[in-house]
């Protein structure tokens, strides 16, 4: 049951919120816990709609995780108890959402859970690596080191992932410039030119034609055209939500020029990377792989790691199937072996991530260099093509007179 209260701090601070416990006394006792003297407490009947409506766009970045994670590494580096720590997070955290995941998380530890068991509660927000590997810090009692791994792999990801994104903002705007010149152009600009030339009754060239035809069709059609768009778009994200679609697009992304080779070196980072941080955070290789298909994005990868680990529990190493699959590069599975043959896996694999990071950024750096001037390019013989069709008869029309 969830009950609302209303409380103050042993300092005189008014704190509001709400507790979750299988009474109204178990969530006074968890009040009391918390150094809180309990003024009012109610059970929480009903939620307005106005409320969960809002609670719909709570979003929670990962940049805020990213931010926790490195925070909260230097509290346990200092030595402040989990308790203490996580409470500090709660109350410096600005977001709401955040805010009352982290209420819960620290509630839940007060009560006896442990920490990793605490944020699997909240699986939407910690993911399964982000889970493991803190269980593995509480295995191991070096929970402040293994914090420090994560944030530092979480950092990586974050601005690796950021610097693609970016990337692709300023291609994604000329097209969406380009789509808008054409549609004012098509809607506006052609038909009412098209009254023109009728009244001028001058022999149209084909390309003017082509432009009215397709501006007709447009204006008749526009809502079957947005159909046929917003359709297909909607059926190809169905698609390869499935096993099949899965398969297939994971395949053909990897095969995109250009495109493709970005791709493949991100997923390997970001394999690289994880497996790096879960088995130096001390997880078992079985269990650091199976965590890293969940978390490496496509399926093609996912598969030859979810064969890596079959391989593993028979006795073999992943060196032994990375080096028949055709999209593991000779340098990756050679690196692999090395560092299986010399113990040091995890070191092997942050060299190996360190430099798909690298390349990847680099890639996206020339990719933004070449785009752009040919974005420009092809958005300038768009207008192009549409004011020659324009102009043409109106040079036309002027001769005439």
Do not use: C
């Not at 152009?185 to 003017?208: C, D, G, K, R, Y």
């Not at 432009?211 to 204006?219: A, G, P, R, T, Y």
């Not at 995109?256 to 990377?273: A, E, H, N, Q, V």
């Amino acid at each position: 049951m969830i009950f609302s209260y209303e409380a103050k701090t042993l300092q005189g601070e008014n704190k509001v919120g709400t507790v979750e416990a299988s009474s109204q006394e178990a969530a006074i006792e968890v009040l009391q816990r918390n150094n809180l003297i309990v003024l009012n407490i109610k059970q929480a009947s009903s939620i307005s709609l106005l409320s969960k409506r809002i609670k719909l766009f709570d979003r929670i970045p990962k940049k805020e995780i990213v931010v926790f994670s490195r925070q909260i590494s230097a509290l346990f580096e200092a030595k402040v108890p989990v308790i203490e720590s996580l409470r500090t997070m709660t109350e410096q955290t600005e977001n709401p959402a955040f805010k009352e995941v982290l209420d819960d998380v620290t509630q839940s530890v007060d009560e006896g859970n442990p920490l990793s068991r605490s944020l699997e509660k909240h699986k939407k927000v910690f993911s399964e690596f982000y889970i493991s590997i803190v269980h593995s810090g509480e295995l191991s009692g070096r929970l402040d080191e293994v914090f420090a791994y994560l944030a530092d792999s979480l950092e990586r990801e974050y601005y690796l992932t950021q610097k693609v994104r970016g990337a692709m903002i300023y291609p994604a705007f000329i097209i969406l410039g380009l789509i808008a010149v054409m549609f004012v152009m098509m809607v506006w600009v052609i038909p009412n030119l098209t009254s023109v030339f009728e009244e001028a009754n001058v022999e149209l060239p084909i390309l003017t034609k082509i432009i009215i035809w397709m501006s007709d069709v447009f204006k008749q059609f526009w809502w079957l055209i947005l159909a046929l768009l917003f359709g297909g778009v909607f059926g190809f994200l169905r698609w390869i939500s499935t096993d099949v679609g899965k398969k297939i697009w994971s395949q053909v992304q990897l095969q995109l020029p250009i495109f493709g080779d970005i791709l493949t070196k991100f997923y390997l980072s970001r394999f690289s990377d994880s497996l790096s941080t879960l088995i130096k955070g001390g997880l078992p290789i079985v269990k650091s792989l199976e965590v890293s298909s969940s978390v490496v994005g496509n399926y093609t990868y996912r598969s030859i790691i979810e064969e890596t680990i079959d391989n593993v529990k028979k006795g073999g190493t992943i060196s032994q199937i990375f080096k028949t699959k055709k999209e593991i590069p000779l340098m990756v599975s050679q690196m692999i072996f090395i560092g299986e043959q010399a113990g040091k896996l995890d070191a092997t694999l942050r060299t190996v991530a360190d430099f798909y990071h690298k390349e990847v950024k680099n890639a996206m750096d020339n990719l933004v260099t070449i785009i752009e001037p040919l974005l420009i390019l092809v958005l300038g013989v768009a207008v192009a093509i549409l004011l020659i069709a324009i102009l043409m008869p109106m040079y036309n029309i002027t001769s005439a007179i």
